[in-house]
């Protein structure tokens, strides 16, 4: 017996699919577009910005569409055990998943508005942080698909990482802000929220992280 | 699922008690013939809450529940061949135990409503007066009051002595109930009390069910999920005579902890 197998009722088992693949094509244009944010930002394109924040409306969407549809299968079908406990999961990650999507379209706003700026900002500083915060959003949500908790795990430890290296950021930025004269004041807030909006996007992948272990919950095979 | 209860413990974890036990199944182990029907079964069931049996067909469900006030006496063949059910610490096979007055006090409710071919008063006044009484007046007003029980009173006060059989499959069901609770049991069985019944009804009987938790201790043996959930505070779920897990109701359908019972619930079964 594997609990992995189909459901009897086909119907039932379609939804359950449906939602699934929702949430995965979710996560997948929101790792896109915070991709496209990052490209727009260390690049200076505006290009890639704008899809950023053209592609947030595509999220929203899916996210109302994950609810309705969690919805409907929770009237209709009563999920109990594993199936209940991937609806809620499934529910609570698009709600992370729309928010950091969120924050992709404030880095591309951001970064649009860095691109168009004449100075040329200390991009050296976000990298390491567009990397990491890409890496723990893509590897919480492949850790959900795969129930890989032991990837899962790894989140939170270096969630905690990206939050010291979003301290440190914050401290390069601000002291260096009156020694540097050729970078305008509102390229240093655009560098200051983009910082933030990668701090958040940790939050949200260490919050989908969790979602793991409830997925998986006590039944051992 | 084959043999994947072999590796069970023989002792699935019984809830946490968090009321006082009143029937207790101690290594239970029942056959008909040379059948084994039920084995290994440990169980502690608490008084004034509702708990529910689920599990597949055949799986022993109803062995057990009859076995809680002797209904296996009489099936040939039918004996407990290890272990013992406790009924308040008294085992219920010692041979000084009355079946018929265990009977009384472990009342027994069927998928099928059965009622006496009599008025609807005399379905109830019957009990009674099989346990002896006789004062009339007494016996109008334990048939009163276990119609009130039973929610039943208001639909068919002013017509008592008419018969049974005019009422409806619901209404039937209901009578039941309160002939089974006019004898004042301790607990009351119910074997698939509403699978005869149109959501209504069965959403009158569930309410009922969870009312008369405030007085007796019920053990419902249900196949719909749904009813399992809605009614029950503890479930036990039964495979191959087996018990797998008994756990406080809600868990068992949200996080159950044995894969058998996840495969069974969510109905990827076989
Ligand atoms: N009177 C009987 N004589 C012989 N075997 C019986 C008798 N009653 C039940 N059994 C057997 O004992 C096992 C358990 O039956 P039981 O009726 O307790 O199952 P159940 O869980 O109540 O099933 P259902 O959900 O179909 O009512 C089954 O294998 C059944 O065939
Ligand atoms: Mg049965």
Redesign the interface.
């Given at each position: 017996?594997?609990?992995r197998?189909?459901?009897?009722?086909s119907a039932?088992n379609d939804e359950l699919a449906a939602l699934a693949a929702l949430r995965r094509e979710m996560a997948g244009i929101t790792l896109d577009n915070l991709e496209q944010a990052r490209r727009g930002v260390l690049e200076r394109c505006v290009e890639p910005c704008l899809a950023a924040i053209a592609d947030d409306e595509q999220v929203n969407r899916l996210d109302a569409e994950i609810e309705a549809s969690a919805l409907a299968i929770l009237a209709r079908f009563?999920?109990?055990?594993?199936?209940?406990?991937e609806v809620i999961a499934t529910m609570r990650i698009s709600t992370n998943l729309e928010r950091a999507a969120d924050e992709a379209k404030t880095i591309g706003k951001r970064g649009r508005s860095l691109a168009q700026s004449g100075a040329t900002p200390d991009l050296a500083t976000l990298e390491p942080l567009f990397e990491q915060a890409v890496a723990e959003l893509a590897d919480a949500c492949r850790a959900f698909d795969t129930k890989d908790t032991a990837l899962a795990a790894t989140i939170r430890q270096r969630d905690k990482d990206l939050d010291k290296a979003h301290k440190a950021a914050l401290r390069t930025y601000t002291e260096s802000l009156p020694a540097s004269s050729d970078t305008a004041p509102s390229s240093w807030l655009d560098l200051l929220l983009i910082t933030r909006a990668l701090e958040r996007i940790g939050d949200h992948a260490k919050n989908i992280a969790e979602e793991t272990a409830f997925l998986v919950?006590?039944?051992?095979? | 699922m084959p043999q994947a209860t072999a590796t069970l413990s023989a002792n699935p974890s019984t809830p946490t008690p968090t009321a006082e036990e009143i029937l207790r199944v101690e290594d239970l182990e029942f056959c008909y013939g040379k059948s084994v029907a039920l084995e290994d079964i440990n169980l502690s069931i608490p008084s004034r809450k509702v708990t529910a049996f689920i599990g597949p067909s055949g799986c022993g469900k109803s062995t057990l529940l009859r076995g809680f006030n002797r209904m296996n006496d009489e099936v040939d063949g039918a004996r407990i061949t290890k272990g013992r059910i406790l009924l308040e610490g008294t085992d219920l096979y010692d041979p000084s135990i009355d079946a018929v007055r265990l009977r009384r006090q472990v009342g027994m409710v069927f998928q099928k409503s059965n009622p006496f071919p009599r008025s609807i008063f005399d379905n109830i006044a019957y009990g009674l007066q099989i346990g002896g009484e006789t004062d009339r007046e007494r016996i109008r007003e334990a048939v009163e009051r276990s119609l009130r029980q039973a929610a039943l009173w208001d639909e068919v006060k002013d017509r008592l002595s008419e018969s049974a059989f005019g009422l409806s499959g619901g209404q039937q069901q209901r009578l039941c109930i309160a002939r089974a609770i006019a004898v004042q049991p301790s607990v009351l069985l119910m074997d698939e009390p509403c699978s005869a019944l149109d959501p209504v009804a069965t959403a009158r009987v569930e309410e009922l069910i969870h009312k008369l938790a405030e007085n007796y201790t019920v053990v419902i043996v249900t196949h719909n999920m749904q009813q399992a959930t809605r009614v029950s505070d503890l479930t036990a779920f039964f495979y191959l005579g087996k018990l797998i897990e008994f756990a406080p109701t809600g868990r068992l359908f949200s996080s159950p902890s044995k894969p058998e019972t996840e495969a069974y619930i969510t109905g990827r079964f076989g």
């Open positions: 017996m594997n609990q197998s189909d459901h009897i009722l039932y009563h999920p109990v055990a594993g199936d209940l406990r919950g006590p039944a051992q095979s | -």
